[in-house]
């Protein structure tokens, strides 16, 4: 995979909040693009239009900086579920357009996902794990609310955990290799999928 430059931020004034956010946005960008390696915070700096300085004032050290990434990058697993299921679609709707969404996030952060579990970093992969429970709890109780109303199979809340753990190690699989990553494809399979398990059955 050939590296990217980052594009340089205009700097501007801005809140500590808002501040961390964009030390945060270049950090996904820049280790995304350039490699956890190969990546520099003078690189994070330009990229996010700060003071290099101003980044140690936040995080300790590029290795605290990916720490902080990682961890804006799973909640947003659980943000995206939590604002998807909010929706006002329809059940089978709700869930496709969940898996467009989820798909969609990970493919756009799967250097970022190789880089941290090549670190074979305890903490990390226990945070990611904890939030994949969290997500498939939200979504196990809406697939099961669907079940009185005959929208999915009597057996649906079991078969969709089984359904996004396969996704989800499908994924680490492809990610973990390098494999090309077609998001519109993995996401019409997926939810092709998910319609042939979760269907009430003649």
């Known amino acids: 995979m050939s590296a990217r430059t980052p594009a ?16 945060l946005q270049a ?17 994070v700096a330009r990229a996010g239009g700060i003071a290099q300085g101003t980044i140690y004032l936040y995080f300790e050290s590029k290795e605290h900086l990916l720490a902080a990434v990682w961890e804006r990058y799973v909640e947003g697993i659980l943000e995206i579920t939590d604002r998807v ?9 709700t869930l496709d357009e969940l898996w467009a969404a ?38 196990g109780d809406f697939v099961a609310e669907g079940v009185p109303d005959g929208t ?14 396969g996704v989800d190690g499908l994924l680490d699989e492809l990610i973990a290799t390098g ?14 999928l998910t319609r042939r398990t979760l269907s009430p059955r003649p």
């Open 102 to 139: 989820l798909l969609d996030h990970a493919v756009r952060n799967a250097e970022l996902h190789r880089t941290v579990y090549g670190s074979a970093n305890a903490k990390a992969l226990e945070l990611c794990k904890d939030i994949n429970r969290r997500v498939i709890d939200r979504i």
């Open 27 to 43: 950090g996904t960008e820049v280790f995304s693009t350039t490699g956890f390696a190969r990546a520099t915070m003078a690189e």
């Open 179 to 192: 494999a090309e990553l077609g998001a519109a494809d993995l996401t019409k399979r997926t939810q092709d």
């Open 152 to 165: 999915f199979a009597p057996d649906a809340p079991t078969a969709f955990r089984i359904v996004y753990h």
């Open 8 to 23: 340089r931020r205009r700097r501007v004034t801005m809140s500590p909040e808002d501040r961390r956010e964009a030390i």
């Open 85 to 93: 299921l909010a929706g006002d679609g329809s059940r089978w709707s």
